[in-house]
């Protein structure tokens, strides 16, 4: 039976294709009058029994990682830089530049290379290299900086290296190498260099 429609399906496409057709008539619809009153009408209405949820909360022991991070104070050299700028950029702050990454499974490098500077305007360039010791399952934040007396000026950073994954290290804009950062440079100085 299935083999009989099949050759049927397959086989009236060829079949009308074989004939031809000439309209004799052009198609016509009846015209119909009708009287329609209108009441107000209603849709039905369900109720729907689905599920009750309960919302909490439930106490499972599991295993939780614990990093303890120990701070000591220490005395270490930091690179200061003192800059003098006309009286119009206003009075002179200090402050720190700081860069930062979070990293995972390895060690890695994070430098401030040179600080650029074009009026009120500064740039930082660090790298963030790969080392080669594991970190294992853990992360770590790494960070350079440089103690900045001037005024109040304008500062982007960059950093020469491979974004690594963590959410934090989106603080920052990561580039492939300085060739990216050439066209951003024009018409700026170095002040600092490592």
Not at 17 to 38: F, H, M, N, R, Y
Not at 43 to 68: C, F, H, Q, R
Not at 127 to 141: H, I, P, Y
Request: charged share 30%; net charge negative.
């Amino acid at each position: 039976m299935r083999k009989t429609i099949l050759s049927l399906v397959v086989a009236t496409p060829i079949l009308l294709g074989s004939c031809k057709v000439d309209q004799k008539k052009e198609a016509e619809l009846p015209e119909v009058d009708v009287d329609i009153e209108t009441a107000a009408g209603q849709l039905p209405s369900y109720n729907v029994d689905w599920a009750d949820v309960n919302v909490g909360t439930t106490t499972k022991t599991m295993e939780i990682p614990k990093v303890v991070v120990e701070m000591e104070e220490e005395e270490v050299e930091v690179p200061y830089l003192d800059v003098d700028m006309p009286e119009d950029y206003g009075e002179k702050t200090e402050r720190t530049l700081r860069v930062e990454a979070e990293i995972a499974d390895t060690t890695h490098n994070l430098d401030i290379e040179k600080i650029y500077a074009n009026e009120d305007n500064l740039i930082v360039v660090s790298s963030l290299e790969k080392g080669e010791q594991s970190l294992g399952n853990k992360t770590m934040r790494i960070s350079d900086q440089v103690t900045l007396n001037a005024p109040d000026l304008n500062v982007k950073y960059y950093i020469i290296g491979e974004r690594p994954e963590q959410v934090f290290n989106s603080s920052y804009t990561y580039v492939k190498d300085m060739e990216t950062l050439k066209n951003k440079l024009e018409g700026y100085q170095v002040i600092y260099e490592s």
